[in-house]
């Protein structure tokens, strides 16, 4: 009777040893888990979306000759001229205002100093030392994309800044 009792009392050290070693274990690999997937995040890609990244603008169609469409997100007017498609980024070239389309006119004309704008973006009045800045256009599967990572600045608005559709 006496060793049947210690018998279960190992039996008994040996299920709480065996416990306490597998919380050890299981404790172990959660954290070793959890850094790898730390680290691991470190070196995933990010999705990254908004100004700064590639905007779908949308569909061609979408943007009919002689319109000025503001493309929120991406902080740039499309404008569809008859030879293609401008992007162009809506801070103003002189000291950084956001330049509105009005409609009434056909003009960019910044609130700030009164720099005016052709749909091209070509400066034509007002303090604004150059056009307004272009950024770069891709037609892709008959979508608008524009790369607001890309903006460039030019002396004076050339048929080249335009991507043809
Ligand atoms: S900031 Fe636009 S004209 Fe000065």
Avoid at 24 to 39: D, N, R
Avoid at 60 to 82: A, C, K, M, Q, W
């Amino acid at each position: 009777m006496a060793q049947a009792g210690v018998e279960r009392r190992d039996g008994d050290k040996m299920t709480r040893r065996g416990l306490l070693r597998n919380i050890m274990w299981v404790s172990a690999g959660a954290f070793a888990l959890q850094v790898a997937v730390t680290g691991l995040s470190m070196f995933w890609p990010r999705k990254v979306e908004g100004f700064g990244s590639v905007i779908d603008a949308g569909p061609l169609e979408n943007f009919p000759v002689g319109s000025v469409t503001r493309v929120r997100d991406g902080r740039f007017y499309i404008s569809r001229l008859p030879e293609g498609i401008l992007a162009l980024y809506w801070r103003c070239p002189h000291l950084g205002c956001t330049v509105p389309w009005v409609e009434s006119e056909q003009l960019f004309i910044c609130p700030c100093h009164g720099s005016v704008y052709e749909p091209t973006g070509q400066n034509i009045a007002g303090p604004a030392p150059r056009p307004m800045d272009v950024m770069q256009v891709e037609i892709r599967n008959g979508r608008v994309l524009v790369n607001t990572g890309v903006i460039r600045e030019r002396a004076r608005h050339t048929p080249a800044d335009v991507t043809p559709v």
